[in-house]
T-cell receptor, first 114, second 109 residues
Framework: NAGVMQNPRHLVRRRGQEARLRCSPMKGHSHVYWYRQLPEEGLKFMVYLQKENIIDESGMPKERFSAEFPKEGPSILRIQQVVRGDSAAYFC????????????FGPGTRLLVL | LAKTTQPISMDSYEGQEVNITCSHNNIATNDYITWYQQFPSQGPRFIIQGYKTKVTNEVASLFIPADRKSSTLSLPRVSLSDTAVYYCLAYNAGNMLTFGGGTRLMVKP
């Protein structure tokens, strides 16, 4: 049973470009969470999604950031017009519906904005 | 909105017991408390989870008092490889998921 998959593992973008981060949850998990971690800092919750629904996006910046979890395919975190401050590790986690607190994390995508 | 708080860092020596306490004074009534371990450049890894009283597994113990406003992760006889950042996770009464800020544990020889 494969764990949570994230790709790419590393992503380099120039200021103003778009970044797309993908997350495939564990088999049987219908809940996905995205977190951002700045260097030497803790995990910051961004968004919580179920299939085709955004449940909680209270941690998402109001502009440039969006997330989706379509019926088919991975969850996507999209950052438009990236700035240097977006450089961070972005982690995805998934959980079964009945145990929201039991989250399994992927290896993360490290975004570097030049 | 109540926060989940934990000490920023702790130092210990090999073979000692380490206890890390997390405060979550507005925790939701029916939700679990979960602890994670994170090594540099890796995603957090599930360690232990509990609802109340005491839970023990092969890695750690988790102590949760009756009011559930805090929890203590106990690592018996730590080794150098336990050097990592430890996070607690809980839902607050507003059903918002909150990670603690993480406790950076340094185990020294």
């Amino acid at each position: 049973n494969a764990g949570v998959m994230q790709n790419p593992r590393h992503l380099v973008r120039r200021r103003g470009q778009e970044a797309r981060l993908r997350c495939s949850p564990m088999k049987g998990h219908s809940h996905v969470y995205w977190y951002r971690q700045l260097p030497e800092e803790g995990l910051k919750f961004m968004v919580y999604l179920q299939k085709e629904n955004i449940i909680d996006e209270s941690g998402m910046p109001k502009e440039r950031f969006s997330a989706e979890f379509p019926k088919e395919g991975p969850s996507i975190l999209r950052i438009q017009q990236v700035v240097r401050g977006d450089s961070a590790a972005y982690f995805c986690a998934s959980s079964p519906p009945e145990l929201k607190e039991t989250q399994y994390f992927g290896p993360g995508t490290r975004l570097l904005v030049l | 909105l109540a926060k989940t708080t934990q000490p920023i860092s702790m130092d210990s020596y090999e073979g000692q017991e380490v206890n890390i306490t997390c405060s979550h004074n507005n925790i939701a009534t029916n939700d679990y408390i979960t602890w994670y371990q994170q090594f540099p450049s890796q995603g957090p890894r599930f360690i232990i989870q509990g609802y109340k009283t005491k839970v023990t597994n092969e890695v750690a113990s988790l102590f949760i008092p009756a009011d559930r406003k805090s929890s203590t992760l106990s690592l018996p006889r730590v080794s150098l490889s336990d050097t990592a950042v430890y996070y607690c996770l809980a839902y607050n009464a507003g059903n918002m998921l909150t990670f603690g800020g993480g406790t950076r544990l340094m185990v020294k020889p």
